[in-house]
């Protein structure tokens, strides 16, 4: 068994940069046989660039906090300064790291530096991206039109999953060393689903700044219901920041957003540049700021 985990592991990081190349030679050929993909971005204002930088910085603090809210199942918190460092490391580590590796990153520090049990930050982590699954779905009902189907569905979403809270509630014990204690409270629930949607409805304001940069005027429901599909990518991502998953989910899904496969990919050219100019600011940001902790501490 162990070996079989192996032989997966080392076929999953040999297709992960070959899945890369093969996008990437996708992108340069659908590049280079539509000039007018390459004239939109041509002519993008560097102004809204910066504005998309900008909202990456605010998208930051608020996956700080969705983070935050995690843990909190767990029964713990971070202090404000250690959780966003925390967030800034798994975030560069999660698009350059193999295999969207950023939550194992919060899971070791976590059980190394506060004794979060591997499982307990598991399951909460699981909780988070089952919300995040509820709330992308809707954004992408969302563009049917049809808000009582809408709200119908949210309201079955609410009810299955407050059933489910209860009875979990109240079949956990206050276990021994090896069982769960995790705080599933309506309370902290309720937190960690506003944490999820306002993440995700920021997420959908960066894609309507971007489809509006190729000075294509999609509406906020055509933006909604792009994000609602980009954020499934998230789930089969094999590559460093979904690349390739997240536009073929967005191709996929046209009849429900009705954004062409050019202004998708003019798109998140925009979107793959800025994001990762943004990061290469915060691992500087989190250098200096982590030299500053270590100065202080030997002046000290």
């Known amino acids: 068994m162990l070996g079989k985990l192996k032989n997966s592991q080392k076929l999953r990081t040999v297709a992960s940069p070959l899945l890369i190349v093969a996008f990437l030679g996708i992108f340069a050929y659908f590049f280079a046989t539509h000039p007018k993909l390459r004239h939109a971005l041509a002519a993008t204002n560097p102004w809204i660039l910066v504005l998309v930088g900008l909202l990456y910085c605010v998208f930051i603090l608020c996956l700080a906090w969705v983070y935050n809210a995690t843990l909190r199942l767990c029964g713990k918190r971070l202090p404000f300064r250690e959780n966003f460092l925390l967030t800034c490391y798994s975030t560069i580590v999660n698009f350059f790291g193999p295999l969207q590796s950023g939550p194992g990153v919060r899971a070791v520090y976590l059980r190394q530096k506060h004794g979060v049990k591997l499982r307990e930050y598991t399951v909460a982590s699981l909780t ?79 894609f309507y700044v971007e489809l509006h940069a190729i000075h294509l005027h999609a509406s906020w429901r055509q933006a909604i219901a792009y994000g609602g599909a980009a954020n499934f990518a998230l789930f089969v991502a094999l590559t460093p920041g979904a690349i390739g998953f997240r536009e073929a989910f967005l191709a996929f899904s046209q009849q429900l957003h009705h954004i062409s496969t050019s202004n998708i990919l003019a798109a998140n050219i925009i979107d793959r540049a800025v994001y990762v100019a943004f990061l290469g600011v915060l691992f500087l940001a989190v250098l200096a700021l982590h030299a500053d902790t270590k100065f202080r501490d030997r002046s000290s």
């Open 128 to 206: 988070y991206y089952a919300i995040y699954a509820i709330i992308s779905a809707l954004f992408l009902l969302s563009a049917s039109g049809k808000y009582w189907l809408l709200g119908l569905a949210a309201t079955v979403c609410v009810i299955v999953g407050s059933i489910g809270i209860v009875v979990f509630a109240q079949r956990r014990l206050a276990r021994k060393d090896g069982g769960l204690s995790l705080q599933f409270s309506p309370k902290a629930v309720g937190w960690l689903v506003l944490a999820t949607l306002c993440q995700l409805l920021l997420v959908a304001v960066i």
